[in-house]
């Protein structure tokens, strides 16, 4: 009834929020029956926590039903017969997004598991609404550890022996905690330390019945407001989170990265300990470091955070570029720096859960989308766009990669004129949430995913400060080499070939000399400019001067 005294929703009983409301307490009813099946046929989850756990699934899908539910009334019934153009629309939309981001917050800090991941996914997405990404992205650092006692039922039944007999030691407080799993320093009978990921128990279970609320509300929003589609959001988090519970191929990710960055002394890939991993434990070489975006940290060590940032994003341009094999998830607590080594520190990457490969058509033609964006050829970003089934769209890609229009004046990694910004601020008036929900859910999967992977990536380089032509050059360069790489040959062949190496290297340098001489001869435009405005004015001033001495001669 509170809902009802909030909004003023039309009196028939058929309304689309009328039906929704009936569906979804509906739906609970069979959640309920659903949530007792799933954990009674369990057998990973143990007996104490069985029932405990189908009743807590219950109320949480209870709370998500409630929570999306009230979030797509407030859309539908605060943005009404408001024209998508007007400051009032504007306005309205700001404040609606904001209450809604807060109110899936608080939902994902009630639900906790799978429901936190599902924040933190939607925070790294680039376009989603800004309220989102700056309320959710507070989700990063809530996780709260699991009860050992659970956590050493979790390894003795998947290890097959007592603790004791495979560790020397085993710190029982967590070293870092997250959503689907936490980490623990051991030591192994030979000696070598390792960091034990544990997965917090009765998860696989919880992820059967959090998934299938998921995907019930984003489809009941479409079919019930056609304009709001966000079911390829929950498409696409499913199949990411489903892939991170497998620590299986979470190490054989670990070992093709390693694998493609062999010969790069930059980079450190913990060393996978199979004989202690299985599907819900992974045993791997404990690494010392900090985080990548520490500053301080960097500036004790005496390392220079722009270095960092170089290397950083050299090493996922690769990834994205040349390999087609991406770390889908890079935030800063599964990127540390180690200091030391020849070259003053290394790049520990740590969680391989979610990483994807590329399929090779798109790594293609992305890599044509990056040549594309850097020479600002509107009508190849178009031709591309097209390719990638996002149409009219494609306009936009200049502006979420590189910060500036197809049409700017501007170089390369100095963001927009203020008439760029006016009129892109016009455009952006007109595009309603129908537009950005078409545009995302017509995004090819590896798209988003890049998308994804880039939005973390120039988050850190931002807090390292350094400038963002850095990473723009970066990508232009590996565009160029992933362009001439044939996926056939050795994985680290830009390492290797030195025959490949410089071909490649010639087809970049020829793209800078393209740069320079079209930011030069814009250079030269706005030189000229400058230099007539300042003759006229000098002549405007000479002019007056005389008229003003001619007057008083006459007087």
Known sequence: MEILRKFKFPARSKSPFFVYTITGLALTAVTSSAAVSVFRDSTSVHHPYKIATAVEGVVRSSRAIYAITLTVADYKYSLRRLTADSDEYIQ???EVHSRSAKRILKLCESNKGFYVKAGQFVATLKLVPKEYSLALSSLQDQAVPCNFQDIKHVLTSNLGRNLSEIFLSFDEEPIAAASIAQVHHAVLKNHQEVAVKVQYPGLKQNMKLDTMIMSFLSKSVVKIFPEYRFDWLVHEFVKSISQELDFIQEAKNSEKIATNFKHNKMIT?????????????LTMQFCKGFKVDDVEALKRTNLSPGKVAKVLVEVFAEMIFVHGFIHGDPHPGNILVSPGGKNGFSLVLLDHGNCKTLDEG?????????????LLDSTKIQELGTRFGVGQYAKFFPVIFTGRTSESKSGLG????????QKLKQELKLLRLEDVTTFMGSLPPDFLTVLRTDGLIRSITLKLSAPQRVRLLAYAKYAVYGLGYNPTSEPDFVEKSIISKSVMLVSYMRLRLILELMELFQGMKKLKHTIYTFYGRVVDGITRSVKVSSVTSIV
């Open 269 to 281: 890939v913990p060393t996978v300990f199979w004989e202690f991993t299985t599907s819900q434990v």
């Open 362 to 374: 798109f790594r293609q033609d992305f890599c044509r989308l990056w040549e594309a964006l850097i």
């Open 92 to 94: 309205r939309l700001t």
């Open 414 to 421: 100095k963001g927009m004129s203020i008439q760029e910004r």
